[in-house]
Nanobody, 119 residues
Framework: QVQLVESGGGLVQPGGSLRLSCAAS????????MSWYRQAPGKERELVAN????????NYADSVKGRFTISRDNNKNTVYLQMNSLKPEDTAVYYC????????????WGQGTQVTVSS
């Protein structure tokens, strides 16, 4: 069974840090570009960060540049999102996403993990 399972979310005060993990099962992420998206209440889902399959290239939304870091450990079949200097506007459900384009598109979504930044 193919799954992406996020963990590490929770309640944190402004200025605090969290590290999200996304563990894949049922497939290996080696060939997949991996991304973190988020969706706040009443807003559309937006891209937070992504990382190339070999980890050589990363991209970030302007709103998180310099505060968030995406990384991957293909040996552990896991992707991470280190979030520092958190702000209330970072409050959202964070989703992991995997995509691989070969002869067809292979893509998977996780179920999401809640991040709440509040004092």
């Amino acid at each position: 069974q193919v799954q992406l399972v996020e963990s590490g979310g929770g309640l944190v005060q402004p200025g605090g840090s969290l590290r999200l993990s996304c563990a894949a099962s049922g497939f290996t992420i080696n060939n997949y570009a991996m991304s973190w998206y988020r969706q706040a209440p009443g807003k559309e889902r937006e891209l937070v960060a992504n990382i190339r399959s070999d980890g050589s290239i990363t991209n970030y939304a302007d709103s998180v540049k310099g505060r968030f870091t995406i990384s991957r450990d293909n040996n552990k079949n896991t992707v991470y999102l280190q979030m520092n200097s958190l702000k209330p506007e970072d409050t959202a459900v964070y989703y992991c996403y995997a995509i691989w384009r070969l002869l067809r598109v292979y893509e998977y979504w996780g179920q999401g993990t809640q991040v709440t930044v509040s004092s």
